[in-house]
């Protein structure tokens, strides 16, 4: 590792970013690493409502991901260790053993199950494109060629904002995206409906709307992230998931913070 540092510094790379780029190679059984812990660390950014979020009364852990993770956990039979990051170094946080999974809305793409593991996807939604209510300029993903769309810079949604031409715009998360539209600095996000229906849930009268969704898989379906080569984890975690859509703990979940049961999308 401090070879790999002093590299990165000679040549003015981000030791992260290397990375990011490299495979995360799997030291040993990280399972029976877990269960002789009692604990599963779970990475986690902690500012992505609904999904992973700090709730302002009590600044307690909250969101759809994280109660997916705790109830993962309960049928793991250990307990839950949430460690927080920013996006852009998160899925990175695997490869130096920062924590075992990570759990936030990471989309299953070809790219990422060259490089990691990835356990049944665990919810399905879309990509949305969201634009201001007054713009009638934009009504689909070709319209935003030109355009300046607010985006995590390195998430599946930049990606599918930056192929049909837009420039995106650097932020954090969704709310940092919403703000901007807003305030007129970009023409569109490129986001997940659910946390769409979140936003206009909580300000029903924000003046922003959806006007087109990208369903495919790429984009739509999310699982939990593991090193490669974990297939006994990969294993306890899928049947963790099938279990806990069998005795209703998803639907609870999932109605908690949709307002829906989610479980069909996912069969």
């Not at 002093?6 to 981000?14: D, N, P, S």
């Not at 002789?36 to 779970?42: D, E, M, N, S």
């Not at 993962?72 to 949430?82: C, S, T, Y």
């Not at 932020?171 to 936003?199: K, M, W």
């Amino acid at each position: 590792m401090k070879l790999l540092k002093k590299i990165c510094l000679a040549a003015g790379i981000a030791t992260a970013a290397l990375l990011a780029q490299a495979p995360a190679v799997a030291a040993g059984d990280d399972l029976a690493a877990i269960q002789k812990a009692g604990v599963i660390r779970i990475g986690t950014e902690g500012t992505y409502a609904p999904f992973t979020f700090h709730q302002p009364s009590d600044n307690q852990l909250v969101g759809f991901d994280v109660e997916i993770g705790r109830a993962i956990a309960a049928k793991l039979g250990v307990k839950p260790e949430f460690v927080e990051g920013k996006w852009d170094g998160l899925i990175a946080g695997l490869n130096v053993n920062r924590y075992d999974v990570v759990i936030n809305q990471v989309g299953i793409s070809p790219e990422r199950q060259a490089k990691y593991d990835f356990s049944k996807p665990y919810i399905a939604s879309a990509a949305a494109l969201v634009v201001r209510a007054d713009n009638d300029a934009i009504n689909g993903f070709a319209d935003l060629k030109g355009k300046r769309s607010a985006n995590s810079i390195s998430s599946n949604f930049a990606k599918l904002a930056e192929a049909n031409g837009a420039q995106v715009v650097a932020v954090q998360g969704f709310n940092d995206a919403i703000a901007l539209l807003l305030a007129g600095r970009v023409d569109a996000t490129v986001n997940d409906y659910l946390s769409y229906l979140d936003f206009k849930k909580q300000q029903p009268q924000a003046k922003v709307k959806v006007v087109a969704q990208d369903d495919s898989a790429e984009f739509g379906r999310s699982g939990v992230l593991m090193r490669k080569g974990q297939a006994p984890l990969k294993a306890a975690i899928d049947k963790a998931l099938d279990e806990i859509v069998a005795d209703g703990s998803y639907r609870q979940i999932s109605e908690r913070y949709f307002g829906e049961d989610l479980s069909a999308k996912l069969r």
